[in-house]
């Protein structure tokens, strides 16, 4: 039987972390070997040998997570088939080894897709995308408070992970999860999850995920309380992209059987048209992820 894998995907902030958790409501494996820091008091989810493996990625093409530029799919294909894409295929492997489906989480990787996708293949590995959606105003407050980010710099970050992952994911099995929905209705979204990765949900672990691990107060910034308007064209593409993306987040159905897709796809073109005209909103960035690598110690 091929190896199966999950691929969270989504916007740093977004709900990445709490829909992996969500997982392993479904027997996914999740490894032991966690990123940590305070900023997360509930966990990453993390895997640090993985996501030390995406830094590199950015760190040889020169880039870092918060950069608001597009990357250059035939860069990543060719880091892919040098002796580094041996050794992260050799990683993936080994996380894989020790379960019949297991899930990785690293919002990083919703922009470096074009450098895993050969190597999945190559793996003959079974892939499936969660795409994490939140909205990008909650997600410009989150990042103002834990790293000093501008609301414009948060709302291109947004839209290139966003659009990346939504084009780097073409092919494979792809649902979309609204974060919020998951926290008003954990049990609906993790049935939804199941039945798209064809996976029984353990309802003892449904329940300790849904009374224990998610709690609402720790999200700290909703759309609609009291937040300014869209104040740059990043804003008004991120709030035209998330609009588009809501109806999926609501049907039972992944993107490649939504009706709408054609009309999403449409949009992504227009939007990542419209970025690569804009001039970068990024600045100087405070705090513990200012350097690109939040903390490297894991937890087991």
């Not at 799919?73 to 060719?78: E, K, T």
């Not at 199941?194 to 329940?207: E, H, I, M, Q, S």
């Not at 809501?246 to 073109?269: F, H, S, V």
Request: aromatic share 6%.
């Amino acid at each position: 039987m091929a190896a199966r894998l999950t691929l969270v995907l989504g916007m740093h902030r977004s709900g990445t972390s709490a829909l992996t958790r969500a997982l392993h409501c479904l027997g996914v494996g999740l490894g032991d070997r966690f990123l940590g820091h305070p900023c997360n008091p509930k966990g990453f989810f993390e895997d640090a040998d993985f996501n030390a493996c995406n830094s590199d990625i950015l760190d040889r093409l020169g880039h870092a997570w918060h950069d608001v530029a597009p990357f250059d799919p035939d860069a990543l294909h060719q880091q892919a088939q040098g002796a580094f894409g041996v050794r992260a295929l050799a990683l993936l492997r080994e996380k894989l080894s020790a379960h019949a489906s297991f899930g990785l989480k690293d919002p990083r990787q919703s922009r470096l897709l074009p450098f895993w996708r050969p190597l999945l293949e190559a793996g003959g590995i079974q892939t499936h995308c969660l795409l994490a959606l939140r909205h990008p105003a909650s997600v410009a407050h989150s990042l103002a408070r834990r790293d000093g980010m501008t609301p414009a710099h948060s709302h291109a970050l947004w839209l290139w992970h966003l659009l990346d992952a939504i084009e780097g994911s073409r092919g494979l099995p792809c649902l979309v999860v609204d974060y919020d929905l998951l926290l008003a209705g954990p049990e609906r979204q993790v049935q939804r999850m199941g039945d798209f990765l064809a996976l029984p949900v353990d309802t003892a672990r449904l329940r300790e995920f849904s009374h224990s691990f998610l709690d609402a107060a720790l999200c700290h910034h909703k759309a609609g309380n009291g937040m300014a308007a869209a104040d740059s064209l990043w804003a008004d593409m991120a709030l035209r992209l998330h609009d588009a993306l809501q109806p999926a987040a609501q049907q039972p159905a992944p993107l490649e059987d939504w009706p709408g897709l054609p009309r999403l796809l449409r949009l992504c073109q227009n939007l990542r048209h419209k970025a690569l005209r804009l001039p970068s909103p990024a600045a100087p960035l405070r705090g513990p992820f200012a350097e690109g690598r939040p903390s490297t110690e894991a937890a087991r």
